[in-house]
């Protein structure tokens, strides 16, 4: 169920100058543009970042900042940092998008459907009750729209008390 793709050089939000090579480098290397990019929060190993294909609305990711492409060979201690920041990305979820679910996880290598599988991340996706119908009906049709900046500004609000001494 992980399969979006996150392509920050295909959105219309994004103006700035093209994005060359890995994205989540490229974002991890560009706190100036924190913003545009929709990133939530910078901890010391890793950041948290909206994912512009969202499989619902609120969906972000948690990605370390050394490009990785494989989960066993990263330091323990990043490995913690990405495993606290996604316990704490789940309360913020639940309050602030009032989440009654929430899927987290990895694809691990191509074959297993990452979208960028040269960067491992974390994917936290926000479930509620009635969202199967919804998004059954929708499909691959992207589902932010309008309410993304609205969606990544309230989450961001909340960000430091979640996420805050990681
Ligand atoms: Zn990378």
Redesign the pocket.
């Known amino acids: 169920m992980f399969d979006c793709v996150y392509a920050p050089w295909r959105s219309e939000y994004i103006t700035g100058p093209k994005i060359e ?6 974002i ?1 290397k560009h706190p100036d543009q924190d913003e545009e990019l929709g990133v939530l929060w910078r901890a010391k190993y890793c950041y948290a970042v909206m994912n512009r294909y969202p499989y619902t609305p609120g969906h972000f990711m948690v ?1 370390p900042y ?3 492409d494989n989960l066993e060979s990263l330091d323990p201690a990043i490995w913690q940092e990405m495993t606290t920041l996604t316990q704490r990305g789940v309360g913020l979820l639940k309050d602030v998008l009032r989440a009654e679910g929430v899927n987290i996880g990895m694809n691990l290598g191509a074959a297993a459907g990452a979208g ?1 599988a ?2 491992i991340h974390m994917h936290l996706v926000p479930r509620w009750q009635r969202d199967t119908n919804f998004i059954t009906t929708i499909g691959h049709t992207r589902v932010y729209g309008v309410d993304f900046d609205a969606i990544y500004r309230k989450l961001r609000a909340k960000a430091k008390e979640y996420f805050d001494g990681v």
């Open positions: 090579g890995c994205a989540f480098c490229h991890a990605i050394i490009h990785i960028i040269e960067h």
